[in-house]
C-alpha cells in the first residue's frame, strides 16, 4: 500500500522560509519521481517543482530561484525548501508519485504566509 505522509506546514511571515518533507512508504522509493503541488482556496492544484529518480529537477515559474526540491533515497523522502516566501504561496502543499497505472497523492500540509 503507497502512503505519502507530508510534513513541515506552518504560519509564517513574508519573506520566511520553511522546509517540507513528504515521507514514502510501499514504493521503490528510488526509481520513482516524485513532485509537491499546491491548491489555494478556489483555485485549481498545480505542480510546484518535480525531481526524477536521478535527481534533474523541474519548478513553476512562480517560485523559480525562491524554492528547491530535493530527495533522500535512503530516508524514502522528497523535501522542498521554500525560502522568500509571499502571501501568493499560501495553498495545501500535496506531496504525488504515480505508477504506470495511477496517480498517489498525500493528505497535504497547510502553508500559510501572513504577516
Not at 44 to 51: N, P
Amino acid at each position: 500500500q503507497v502512503q505519502l505522509v507530508e510534513s513541515g506546514g506552518s504560519l509564517v511571515q513574508p519573506g520566511g522560509s520553511l522546509r517540507l518533507s513528504c515521507a514514502a512508504s510501499g514504493i521503490n522509493f528510488s526509481i520513482y519521481a516524485m513532485g509537491w503541488y499546491r491548491q489555494a482556496p478556489g483555485k485549481q492544484r498545480d505542480l510546484v517543482a518535480g525531481i526524477s529518480p536521478g535527481g534533474s529537477t523541474n519548478y513553476a515559474d512562480s517560485v523559480k530561484g525562491r524554492f528547491t526540491i530535493s530527495r533522500d533515497n535512503a530516508k524514502n523522502t522528497v523535501y522542498l525548501q521554500m525560502n522568500s516566501l509571499k502571501p501568493e504561496d499560501t495553498a495545501v502543499y500535496y506531496c504525488n508519485t504515480r505508477s504506470a497505472t495511477r496517480s498517489y497523492w498525500g493528505q497535504g500540509t497547510q502553508v500559510t504566509v501572513s504577516s
